[in-house]
């Protein structure tokens, strides 16, 4: 995980580059920091990104830094992919939830409500995706 000689970051990767509005997500990712929009005038952090706040319709957004504390909201295990993999929505202890994967846990070993923490991982493409683990 910390070879970055090997991969071509999220400079180069396609995803990050067709939504620019990510950009400061994935560079902050590259550092293994999770940001999360927050809204200058009501002060509650949002997601997924966008132009206005969903909460207030306000244009004053910032990223600020997350704890990358939360806890399960929901999960499925994709049985049927290989590798496997547990779909997850997670909800961060700032308010926002995210849908995300669990890695470092079976399946049958998670259970709603109970505390994660967010993992960086390299995709394939090049940028750092954040992913939870049971904290
Ligand atoms: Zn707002």
């Known amino acids: 995980m910390t070879d970055t000689q090997s991969r071509a970051g999220f400079e180069q990767d396609p995803f990050a580059a067709a939504f620019p509005e990510t950009r400061e997500f994935w560079a902050a ?3 293994g920091r999770l940001v999360v929009p927050t809204c200058e005038d009501c002060g509650r952090a949002h997601w997924y990104p966008r132009a206005h706040c969903p909460l207030c319709g306000s244009a004053r957004l910032r990223w600020t830094q997350a704890s990358g504390r939360g806890t399960l909201h929901a999960f499925s ?7 496997q993999y547990t779909l997850a929505y997670v909800t ?8 995300t994967n669990i890695i470092d846990a079976p399946p049958e070993a998670l259970r709603i409500g109970q505390p994660v923490v967010v993992r ?7 940028r750092m995706m954040p992913f939870f683990a049971p904290a």
């Open 77 to 83: 295990p994709a049985r049927r992919a290989e590798p």
């Open 120 to 126: 960086f991982q390299p995709a394939p493409e090049g």
């Open 92 to 99: 961060l202890d700032e308010g926002p939830t995210l849908m």
């Open 29 to 31: 990712a590259e550092q």
